[in-house]
């Protein structure tokens, strides 16, 4: 099992263009949540999914979508990157309504310009 | 979920038990606790977690008070790769999914 796959590892944006930051993840997992964590700051939930074709909004989800069209995969999209994007991405997943720890990705470092 | 308080720092000397403290008074019946650590810059790593007995694992022990107000996190040798921010979650059974991290303990090992 490779666990929670995060691709990129970096990358660097220029203000206005946009991309998708990958999570894929081999174990089955339901459950699939992306987190951003600002330098020297906690972690903060942007979107979440319970499963394939559901989604929901975490704490601070303006600026990002998210599809969850098969269970392995869950793609973060941002529209129009900002400045304020400037963050590290974290993707997690957990085997659903269980007693499990989240699994998380080692991120994306993402920095826009 | 329900709310916890952590202190913002601890220190502890290498080779001695870390006790990391989580207050959780509001925590109900179906809310399990949770503890994460992140290490620098890396993802946050699962460590343990329970309802209401104590629990061991390889890595940690959990002490959960009886009337599940509060609980400790120890690490028994406490070594400087265990020098990470630590975070206590109250977290229900039947939770959506929505995960919400606090501020946590940054724990600093020192030799």
């Known amino acids: 099992n490779a666990g929670v796959t995060q691709t990129p590892k970096f990358q660097v944006l220029k203000t206005g263009q946009s991309m998708t930051l990958q999570c894929a993840q081999d174990?089955?997992?339901?459950?699939m949540s992306w987190y951003r964590q600002d330098p020297g700051m906690g972690l903060r939930l942007i979107h979440y999914s319970v499963g394939a074709g559901i989604t929901d909004q975490g704490e601070v989800p303006n600026g990002y979508n998210v599809s969850r069209s098969t269970t392995e995969d869950f793609p973060l999209r941002l529209l129009s990157a900002a400045p304020s994007q400037t963050s590290v991405y974290f993707c997690?997943?957990?085997?659903?309504?269980?007693?499990?720890?989240?699994?998380f990705g080692s991120g994306t470092r993402l920095t826009v310009v | 979920d329900a709310k916890t308080t952590q202190p913002p720092s601890m220190d502890c000397a290498e080779g001695r038990a870390a006790n990391l403290p989580c207050n959780h008074s509001?925590?109900?019946?179906?809310?399990?606790v949770y503890w994460y650590r992140q290490i620098h810059s890396q993802g946050p790593q699962y460590i343990i977690h329970g309802l209401k007995n104590n629990e061991t694992n390889e890595m940690a022990s959990l002490i959960i008070t009886e009337d599940r107000k509060s609980s400790t996190l120890i690490l028994p040798h406490a070594t400087l790769r265990d020098t990470a921010v630590y975070y206590c979650?109250?977290?229900?059974?039947?939770?959506?999914?929505?995960?919400?991290f606090g501020q946590g303990t940054t724990l600093q090992v020192k030799p």
């Open positions: 997690a997943s957990r085997p659903g309504p269980t007693n499990y720890g989240y699994t």
């Open positions: 979650i109250a977290f229900g059974s039947g939770n959506t999914g929505k995960l919400i």
């Open positions: 509001t925590i109900s019946g179906n809310e399990y």
């Open positions: 174990m089955n997992h339901e459950y």
